[in-house]
């Protein structure tokens, strides 16, 4: 069973604050790491694939670096705002014989205060 | 693009019936579509593997049985759960992966806004 964690749980910030969380996991298993943005009441939405060492991706405020070495990527929050409020999932696809299918965390939930 | 629909977003039923829930990619082709569960306070478990006409690869514990799958078409696929006890109750969700050459990127898998079960 692969085992991915987040940290925190839950985070709370204030407006124009810039944050970060973790994703730890196997480095053992590793074929790609999904980020996913989740609303209440909606799909989650995707983030980014990430697949090689050293990775850094970009999407208007949000960012992420991947090290498959040591096991972990963070996700970063720049100047936080209200709409940015939402549970940010991490996942793994170990490839292999598990090629395609995703392995969760569980989630940190975050809430920006105005 | 790349949206992914799911019906019904919440049914409550007796037990021993049972319910279908549809999963629909409404702009690309999927392939493969996957099935979740989240119980509360836990991530999202992956139950099951549709194949596009072919059976489905179940996980270890989803008994096949009780979670039957249908993936018809390259844009459908359908869990029900049979015979649905209250242990059965739980959020049910599912994602799907473009075929290459169609909207959304092939190594994402979309989400639906997933389906609140509960058994009474």
Known sequence: ILNVEQSPQSLHVQEGDSTNFTCSFPSSNFYALHWYRWETAKSPEALFVMTLNGDEKKKGRISATLNTKEGYSYLYIKGSQPEDSATYLCALNAGGTSYGKLTFGQGTILTVHP | ?120
């Open chain 2, 1 to 120: 693009g790349a949206v992914v629909s799911q019906h019904p977003s919440r049914v409550i039923c007796k037990s021993g019936t049972s319910v279908k829930i549809e999963c629909r990619s409404l702009d690309f082709q999927a392939t493969t579509m996957f099935w979740y569960r989240q119980f509360p306070k836990q991530s999202l478990m992956l139950m099951a593997t549709s194949n596009e006409g072919s059976k489905a690869t179940y996980e270890q514990g989803v008994e096949k049985d009780k979670f039957l799958i249908n993936h018809a078409s390259l844009t459908l696929s359908t869990l029900t759960v049979t015979s649905a006890h209250p242990e059965d109750s739980s959020f049910y969700i599912c994602s799907a992966s473009p075929t290459g050459g169609t909207s959304g990127r092939p190594d994402t898998q979309y989400f639906g806004p997933g389906t609140r079960l509960t058994v009474l």
